[in-house]
Nanobody, 125 residues
Framework: VQLQASGGGLVQAGDSRRLSCVAS????????LAWFRQAQGKEREFVAA????????YYEESVKGRYIISRDNAKNTVYLQMNNLQPEDTAVYHC???????????????????WGQGTQVTVSS
């Protein structure tokens, strides 16, 4: 699976932005999809995930209520709708995928084996 993320850019605090990640390959619906982000000088961290099958969603605490992850299996695409963006959300956002991922592992980077190149989101105050 190859992943191509897009939608990043420069926004102001309080703005919204939607990221997209298109996957190539087959059986997209077999994959748990997630977004991680990495701010400058910091480790990459989990942001949100959506499971294969029923599409259960998971969020990092600081984005709950502001971010929404969704998927369109017909388009092989996962989205991250980001609302009320804050300067601390500034980071490179990476989409990632893992097939039939156990729900206990969705927050853990090492269980994902396909990664996109990342898209920069910069939030000015």
């Amino acid at each position: 699976v190859q992943l191509q993320a897009s939608g990043g850019g420069l926004v102001q605090a309080g703005d919204s932005r939607r990221l997209s990640c298109v996957a190539s390959g087959r059986a997209f619906n077999h994959y748990t999809l997630a977004w991680f982000r990495q701010a400058q000088g910091k480790e990459r961290e989990f942001v949100a995930a959506i499971s294969y099958g029923v599409g259960t969603t998971y969020y990092e605490e600081s984005v709950k209520g502001r971010y929404i992850i969704s998927r369109d299996n017909a388009k092989n695409t996962v989205y991250l709708q980001m609302n009320n963006l804050q300067p601390e959300d500034t980071a490179v956002y990476h989409c990632t995928a893992a097939s039939f991922l156990n729900e206990n592992h969705v927050y853990t980077e090492r269980y994902y084996n396909f990664w996109g190149q990342g898209t920069q989101v910069t939030v000015s105050s």
